[in-house]
């Protein structure tokens, strides 16, 4: 659905500000609390974290994110969902959310609310609160950039560091193919995975794969090495190739390193046991620099999804 | 300065990502936090939190609220300012911040640096760490959204909700002429102000003024009142009219309904003595409805900022 429409009466624009933010927070309903919890004064009121927080910030833009051929719903559900994904790799779980909206006046009434209705049944299924946001107009934009506030599961927030050599490499679900098959907004984000993963001290550390494996894997490998990828590993989605698995983003899903001392078998019936119906993978070993088994990938000849180029 | 720039090598594309990062968190120097409290992993983990929280979010957009006229360095301190604003009027003091930027791949590296240079010196002023964000490209776009977490400074929160009919009106500073005088990037959040004023049981309700007074002033009118301005009261800018002063909006300042049972003498005799530099001004009455008394201005006969008009 094109988010713009040509007839003035159907925009967003006919409204005018106030009846927009009064229908936003009907599209919304129960996932937006009441003032001062909710939307409509200068702040939001959140109650006291008794533990550490944990907070990020990702967008969906026109043309960049999305295009006339996602459903707006599905629109507002990726918005969330990608950031749903982030906390995932930390082991977190939801709590409270704030949504900056910037669009054009031509913006069509009926995509919006698709739009604000999807992101209120997303936020309802993962019990997260909209609490609060801004609207502001630009010229040819139709942008949403969502802040998700949340909370640690357990005693352990996992990060990206913390790997070391000898450290085999697991990726949850498939690679590859998501504009293609869709994937990049009908994703479930590994929270349950996330925060199961994160109590476990043989899981050194975790990150969530959204720019490509070649790209995102980086930021796990520890100082002196490499990562050594076996390529007839790496689980394809459906129709994709190896290179689309190393380079195409936006999987949303969950790489983590796990103890090179720890036992493998025994955590893979641990995993099969917790989630029957999340395929996992180990797609290599953190090798010395330099020193990869012949027959692993070569990163450097794949490129992930760069933003700014 | 215009943020674009036509020699390619001199754009943010020519860095590319992954530099960029890296230059982001150079130019923010010591507003941002080593990791995991900083930028660089999925989320930033943030403290707990012992009493409520308050959150807010607002944008700058090039040609909405900035332009080549406003130096980047005021830009970037504008972001965080406009969310302190909200901030104060419910009486908080601010902990940290996350940072969306959306921009075209032609942005110029150094409007970039000193956008990031003006954010880190304002969020170090006013003791905010800037603990993560995100960079997404997008075509003829220079937007950046802040989302800012707060505090409560007492045990009252400030809302807009409390005013009551024969409550007096009050302003703090000056209204009108904020772009024409620059005061829309130049103005300081009424922090300590608004701290000073939650803690008042006679202050019944805040906002701050940032769509114009005729226009905000409906949040904080009670059911069955109307506001009664006195139009020789308003404290006018220097060179606006008094239907600037109105309707210009970007004012950042304190509105509040002060008790009217209350002494307003010995208020301002307070107020003096707390803040001898910041004015405050008694612009009228919440009457009850149909009663304002003659010689009193018609607010409808005004309209402030609307977006998405």
Same mark, same amino acid.
């Given at each position: 659905?094109?988010?713009?429409?040509?007839?003035?009466?159907?925009?967003?624009?006919?409204?005018?500000?106030?009846?927009?933010?009064?229908?936003?927070?009907?599209?919304?309903?129960?996932?937006?609390?009441?003032?001062?919890?909710?939307?409509?004064?200068?702040?939001?009121?959140?109650?006291?974290?008794?533990?550490?927080?944990?907070?990020?910030?990702?967008?969906?833009?026109?043309?960049?994110?999305?295009?006339?051929?996602?459903?707006?719903?599905?629109?507002?559900?990726?918005?969330?969902?990608?950031?749903?994904?982030?906390?995932?790799?930390?082991?977190?779980? !939801?709590?409270? =959310?704030?949504? %900056? *909206?910037?669009? #054009?006046?031509?913006?069509? &009434? $009926?995509?919006?609310?698709?739009?604000?209705?999807?992101?209120?049944?997303?936020?309802?299924?993962?019990?997260?609160?909209?609490?609060?946001?801004?609207?502001?107009?630009?010229?040819?934009?139709?942008?949403?950039?969502?802040?998700?506030?949340?909370?640690?599961?357990?005693?352990?927030?996992?990060?990206?560091?913390?790997?070391?050599?000898?450290?085999?490499?697991?990726?949850?679900?498939?690679?590859?193919?998501?504009?293609?098959?869709?994937?990049?907004?009908?994703?479930?984000?590994?929270?349950?995975?996330?925060?199961?993963?994160?109590?476990?001290?043989?899981?050194?550390?975790?990150?969530?794969?959204?720019?490509?494996?070649?790209?995102?894997?980086?930021?796990?490998? !520890?100082?002196? =090495?490499?990562? %050594? *990828?076996?390529? #007839?590993?790496?689980?394809? &989605? $459906?129709?994709?190739?190896?290179?689309?698995?190393?380079?195409?983003?936006?999987?949303?899903?969950?790489?983590?390193?796990?103890?090179?001392?720890?036992?493998?078998?025994?955590?893979?019936?641990?995993?099969?046991?917790?989630?029957?119906?999340?395929?996992?993978?180990?797609?290599?070993?953190?090798?010395?620099?330099?020193?990869?088994?012949?027959?692993?990938?070569?990163?450097?000849?794949?490129?992930?999804?760069?933003?700014?180029?």
């Amino acid at each position: 659905m094109n988010p713009f429409t040509r007839h003035h009466s159907q925009s967003v624009s006919a409204d005018g500000e106030e009846k927009l933010l009064h229908s936003i927070r009907r599209w919304l309903g129960r996932a937006t609390p009441g003032t001062p919890f909710g939307i409509g004064d200068d702040c939001a009121v959140l109650p006291a974290s008794p533990g550490r927080q944990l907070i990020t910030v990702d967008p969906v833009i026109y043309q960049r994110h999305f295009d006339n051929r996602v459903p707006p719903r599905a629109v507002g559900a990726k918005l969330l969902k990608r950031n749903l994904s982030d906390l995932a790799a930390m082991g977190g779980r !939801p709590v409270a =959310a704030v949504v %900056a *909206l910037t669009l #054009d006046g031509r913006v069509s &009434r $009926r995509w919006l609310e698709e739009f604000y209705r999807g992101l209120g049944a997303c936020a309802r299924h993962y019990r997260v609160a909209i609490v609060g946001g801004d609207v502001a107009q630009a010229d040819g934009i139709v942008a949403a950039s969502l802040t998700l506030l949340g909370a640690a599961t357990g005693p352990r927030i996992a990060t990206r560091t913390g790997a070391q050599v000898g450290d085999a490499i697991y990726v949850t679900g498939e690679l590859g193919g998501s504009l293609a098959t869709g994937h990049h907004y009908r994703f479930q984000p590994r929270l349950r995975e996330g925060a199961w993963l994160a109590r476990r001290q043989d899981v050194r550390a975790m990150m969530d794969v959204s720019d490509g494996l070649a790209k995102d894997l980086h930021a796990l490998t !520890p100082r002196g =090495a490499e990562p %050594a *990828l076996f390529p #007839d590993a790496l689980p394809l &989605r $459906r129709g994709a190739t190896l290179r689309q698995a190393l380079t195409d983003g936006e999987d949303y899903e969950l790489l983590f390193a796990f103890s090179g001392a720890a036992d493998p078998g025994r955590f893979c019936r641990d995993w099969a046991r917790a989630f029957r119906r999340t395929p996992l993978t180990r797609i290599g070993t953190f090798a010395p620099r330099g020193q990869s088994p012949a027959g692993t990938l070569r990163l450097r000849d794949f490129q992930g999804y760069e933003h700014l180029r």
